[in-house]
């Protein structure tokens, strides 16, 4: 078992910067990859951003490329999401999720184990 909180959510305006964490701990070593998924009110969730715990590989949505920033601490079992320029379309509750597979970063079958969930608003 793989346990994941996050935190670092909140009320933000537009064009501001939020960073979130996933502290993981448990069976930690059977993580190959850590991902961060959204779901805003009335849609579905989807793919944000990835990272392999090992190599440091990434993955992005093309809706934050060029926005967000996925990275991993791995000393300290934590993953962040760092968010920049944030707009409306941004307000959602972020999950972070232990994929112990490593294949397909972007599918949320592919994630065994996910945290609670993080709000973002994004006032404009």
């Known amino acids: 078992q793989v346990q994941l909180v996050e935190s670092g959510g909140g009320l933000v305006q537009a064009g501001g910067s939020l960073r979130l964490s996933c502290a993981a701990s448990?069976?930690?070593?059977?993580?190959?990859?850590m991902g961060w998924f959204r779901q805003a009110p009335g849609k579905e969730r989807e793919f944000v951003a990835a990272?392999?715990?090992?190599?440091?590989?990434?993955l992005y949505a093309d809706s934050v490329k060029g926005r967000f920033t996925i990275s991993r601490d791995n000393a300290k079992n934590t993953a962040y999401l760092q968010m920049n320029n944030l707009n409306a379309e941004d307000t959602a509750v972020y999950y972070c999720?232990?994929?112990?597979?490593?294949?397909?970063?972007?599918?949320?079958?592919?994630?065994?184990?996910w945290g609670q969930g993080t709000q973002v608003t994004v006032s404009s």
């Open positions: 448990g069976r930690t070593f059977s993580t190959s990859t």
């Open positions: 990272i392999s715990w090992r190599s440091g590989s990434t």
């Open positions: 999720a232990a994929d112990p597979y490593g294949t397909r970063w972007s599918e949320q079958y592919e994630y065994d184990y």
